[in-house]
C-alpha cells in the first residue's frame, strides 16, 4: 500500500484544561504521561502530543519537565514527540527555551487569535470565555526558534483564516515546505466540525502539505471518519474527547487510539508504522 494510504495516528494524550474530575484517566505527571503514551503506541499511535503538568494537574512551561516527559517517553518507546508551544501570553520565552534544549521531533503552533470558548446549553452560559491570542510577532518568534533546534513546525489552525496566514512567513523564510497542518475543528469560536468546513481547509493548503483534523468533544468521530475518507490523518486523545463512539468514557488514550485504528482500517486504509510516518512527515 502507498504512503498516501497510510494514516498517521496523533495521540493527545493530556492537553492542560482538561481534570481527573471530568476524566480520571487524564495523566499530569512525566511518569503518568509517559506511560499513557506508551499505551497509545502499543495501540497504534506514531506521534504523541504533549502539554507539561505540574503534579496536581496545573499548567506547567518549565523545561526540567518537558525533559523529564522526554526521558520518560524514550525510555518506554520510539513514538514521535509533538511539544505544545501555546500559551495565553505574548512572551514566548519558556516555549523557545524547551524547544531548543530538548528539540522533539515536531512542535505545535497556533496560527492565530481566536476568541476561545465553551458553552453549555444546559446552562445556558459559558463554562470558559476566553481570549487566545497569537500575533504573527509571536508565530514567528516560535517558528524561528524551530528553525534554528531543527524542530518540524505544526500549524494548528481553528479557522479557514489560520490556515490562510502562511504566505508572509513563507516569503521570510521563516517557514518552508513541506509543511504540517492540523485543522482543529468543533471549538466555540473557530470553525465547525462539518465535513464542507473540512474539504475548505484542506483546499486551501499548498501542494504537497500533509494534514490532520482534530475534532473536539463527541463530534470528533464523525469528522476523524470524513478526515479518512479525504485522505487526511488524524488525531485523538484524552485533550480533545474522553468518549469512545458508543458513549463510553475511555480508560486510556490507548483506548481511544485502538478505536481510531480499528476505524482507519474499516475505511480501507493502514495505519502508518514510525518509519513511514516520519516518510510522510519529512523528518530527518
Same mark, same amino acid.
Given at each position: /500500500?502507498?504512503?498516501?494510504?497510510?494514516?498517521?495516528?496523533?495521540?493527545?494524550?493530556?492537553?492542560?484544561?482538561?481534570?481527573?474530575?471530568?476524566?480520571?484517566?487524564? !495523566?499530569?505527571? !512525566?511518569?503518568?504521561?509517559?506511560?499513557?503514551?506508551?499505551?497509545?503506541?502499543?495501540?497504534?499511535?506514531?506521534?504523541?502530543?504533549?502539554?507539561?503538568? $505540574?503534579?496536581? %494537574?496545573?499548567?506547567?512551561?518549565?523545561?526540567?519537565?518537558?525533559?523529564?516527559?522526554?526521558?520518560?517517553?524514550?525510555?518506554?518507546? !520510539?513514538? *514521535?514527540?509533538?511539544?505544545?508551544?501555546?500559551?495565553?501570553?505574548?512572551?514566548?520565552?519558556? =516555549? =523557545?527555551?524547551? *524547544?531548543?534544549?530538548?528539540?522533539?521531533?515536531?512542535?505545535?503552533?497556533?496560527?492565530?487569535?481566536?476568541? &476561545?470558548?465553551? &458553552?453549555?446549553?444546559?446552562?445556558?452560559?459559558?463554562? @470558559?470565555? /476566553?481570549?487566545?491570542?497569537? $500575533? @504573527?510577532?509571536?508565530? *514567528?518568534?516560535? #517558528?524561528?526558534?524551530?528553525?534554528?533546534?531543527?524542530?518540524?513546525?505544526?500549524?494548528?489552525?481553528?479557522?479557514?483564516?489560520? $490556515?490562510?496566514?502562511?504566505? !508572509?512567513?513563507?516569503? /521570510?523564510?521563516?517557514?518552508?515546505?513541506? *509543511?504540517?497542518?492540523?485543522?482543529? /475543528?468543533?471549538? +466555540?469560536?473557530?470553525?465547525?466540525?462539518?465535513?464542507?468546513?473540512?474539504?475548505?481547509?484542506?483546499?486551501?493548503?499548498? =501542494?504537497?502539505? $500533509?494534514?490532520?483534523?482534530? %475534532?473536539?468533544?463527541?463530534?470528533?468521530? =464523525?469528522?476523524?471518519?470524513?478526515? #479518512?475518507?479525504?485522505?487526511?490523518?488524524?488525531?485523538?486523545?484524552?485533550?480533545?474527547?474522553? &468518549?469512545?463512539?458508543?458513549?463510553?468514557?475511555?480508560?486510556?488514550?490507548?483506548?481511544?487510539?485502538?478505536?481510531?485504528?480499528?476505524?482507519?482500517?474499516?475505511?480501507?486504509?493502514?495505519?502508518?508504522?514510525?518509519?513511514?510516518?516520519?516518510? +510522510?512527515?519529512?523528518?530527518?
Amino acid at each position: /500500500m502507498a504512503l498516501a494510504d497510510k494514516v498517521i495516528i496523533t495521540c493527545a494524550v493530556s492537553g492542560v484544561l482538561a481534570n481527573r474530575s471530568q476524566c480520571p484517566a487524564i !495523566p499530569y505527571t !512525566p511518569v503518568e504521561i509517559a506511560d499513557e503514551c506508551k499505551r497509545a503506541y502499543d495501540a497504534g499511535a506514531t506521534v504523541v502530543h504533549i502539554h507539561a503538568r $505540574t503534579d496536581d %494537574g496545573g499548567p506547567s512551561f518549565e523545561t526540567s519537565v518537558f525533559r523529564r516527559i522526554h526521558d520518560e517517553v524514550r525510555a518506554r518507546c !520510539p513514538v *514521535i514527540l509533538n511539544f505544545s508551544t501555546g500559551n495565553l501570553s505574548d512572551d514566548t520565552s519558556q =516555549q =523557545q527555551e524547551y *524547544i531548543r534544549e530538548i528539540r522533539p521531533e515536531i512542535a505545535a503552533l497556533n496560527m492565530g487569535s481566536m476568541n &476561545y470558548a465553551k &458553552y453549555s446549553k444546559s446552562r445556558k452560559s459559558f463554562v @470558559f470565555d /476566553m481570549i487566545f491570542p497569537n $500575533t @504573527f510577532g509571536k508565530i *514567528i518568534s516560535l #517558528l524561528k526558534a524551530m528553525q534554528e533546534a531543527g524542530v518540524k513546525p505544526e500549524l494548528e489552525c481553528f479557522d479557514t483564516g489560520h $490556515t490562510n496566514s502562511i504566505e !508572509p512567513l513563507l516569503h /521570510m523564510g521563516v517557514l518552508a515546505p513541506p *509543511i504540517q497542518f492540523s485543522f482543529i /475543528m468543533g471549538v +466555540m469560536g473557530g470553525i465547525p466540525a462539518r465535513v464542507d468546513a473540512l474539504k475548505l481547509q484542506r483546499d486551501l493548503i499548498p =501542494q504537497g502539505s $500533509t494534514w490532520e483534523v482534530i %475534532g473536539i468533544g463527541r463530534k470528533q468521530w =464523525q469528522i476523524v471518519g470524513s478526515a #479518512l475518507v479525504l485522505g487526511g490523518n488524524i488525531r485523538v486523545g484524552l485533550e480533545d474527547n474522553f &468518549y469512545l463512539p458508543d458513549g463510553r468514557m475511555a480508560s486510556s488514550n490507548g483506548e481511544l487510539v485502538a478505536q481510531a485504528a480499528s476505524l482507519t482500517r474499516d475505511i480501507g486504509r493502514e495505519v502508518a508504522t514510525i518509519e513511514e510516518a516520519r516518510a +510522510m512527515l519529512s523528518l530527518v
